[in-house]
């Protein structure tokens, strides 16, 4: 028997199933899932506060702006790296904690440090076939872009839950991840566009909450266009940074256990007897 058929996300799902699944396993891990978010979003909120986009809107001189951008450039890679590995570590701890209570977060982000590397080439590798991807489906117009976007993003969560169970081997990983995603193609393409969609509602639901104490600022910017800058600053308000950190920490846990849900998904449909 598969060592993964005994995990809570392992099954064969349909919509229902796999949302219901989703949202009990997010539930029953809701403290650890979390406090790994939480630490992520504070680090990237305060690291994003010392990016200073607002110094652009006084600048005039394109070239002068180009050359501030690229400044930009290396701290928002740092960044990018930092998400990387946390959503390395979460997506270890989503795959094997349930199958070992003795996995908890600081051996699973110890353990999970074998993958990342391996999942840096991919992610970059990605990038680049996206790039292409969408730069042909802008030719195909807003269609054409739409699509794209959601099949790379489709392919995107498959990886991590691919690698982590069948071994870091980047040729494997993604020879499987495009197998499993395209076995049941149109599904899963049908699971990520209803995931996606109530991610962005309750993203901008709980953004709006958020954004209330400090609604004077917003109201000011939106009415004088010359107050937007106040905006740009509201970014580095303390309690603003600490509540949109708690929001990210309440999202962020939701995508790396809707990938093991699309991964187990295929797995056991793989391994179901004819």
């Known amino acids: 028997m598969d060592e993964f058929s005994k995990h809570p996300l392992y099954k064969i799902h349909n919509i229902d199933s796999a949302m219901s699944s989703l949202w009990d396993f997010y539930k029953k891990k809701f403290l650890s899932l979390f406090i790994i978010s939480l630490v992520l979003s504070l680090i990237i909120q305060y690291a994003s506060t010392l990016i200073n986009f607002a110094e652009l809107q006084s600048i005039t001189d394109m070239e002068e702006m180009l050359t501030r951008i690229q400044d930009f450039i290396v701290p928002i890679l740092i960044i990018s790296v930092i998400s990387l590995l946390f959503t390395t570590i979460l997506q270890y701890y989503i795959i094997y904690n349930p199958l070992d209570s003795e996995e908890n977060i600081l051996r699973c ?4 440090l ?9 992610m970059i590798l990605l990038a680049f ?10 030719v195909a117009l807003i269609i054409g872009i739409f699509f794209v976007a959601l099949y790379l993003l489709m392919i995107y969560l498959f990886i991590l ?5 069948e071994g870091p081997n980047i040729a494997n990983t993604i020879i499987r991840t495009f197998t499993l995603a395209h076995r049941n193609f149109w599904p899963n393409m049908g699971w990520t566009a209803v995931f996606i969609i109530i991610l962005i509602v309750v993203s901008i639901i709980l ?3 958020i954004l209330i104490p400090f609604t004077g600022s917003f109201m000011k910017a939106f009415v ?11 970014t580095t308000n303390p309690v603003f940074i600490i509540l949109s950190a708690a929001v990210n920490a309440l999202i962020f846990p939701v995508l790396p256990i809707f990938a093991s849900i699309l991964y187990f998904n295929g797995k056991a449909r793989e391994e179901e007897p004819a």
């Not at 004088?224 to 509201?234: D, T, V």
């Open 109 to 112: 982000a110890v353990k999970s």
């Open 161 to 165: 839950p691919v690698m982590m169970a």
């Open 224 to 234: 004088n266009p010359q107050e937007a800058g106040n905006l740009i600053e509201l």
């Open 129 to 138: 076939v996206g790039s292409l991807a969408l730069f042909l489906g802008l």
């Open 114 to 122: 074998r993958y990342f590397i391996p999942y840096l080439i991919i």
């Open 207 to 209: 953004s709006g909450i």
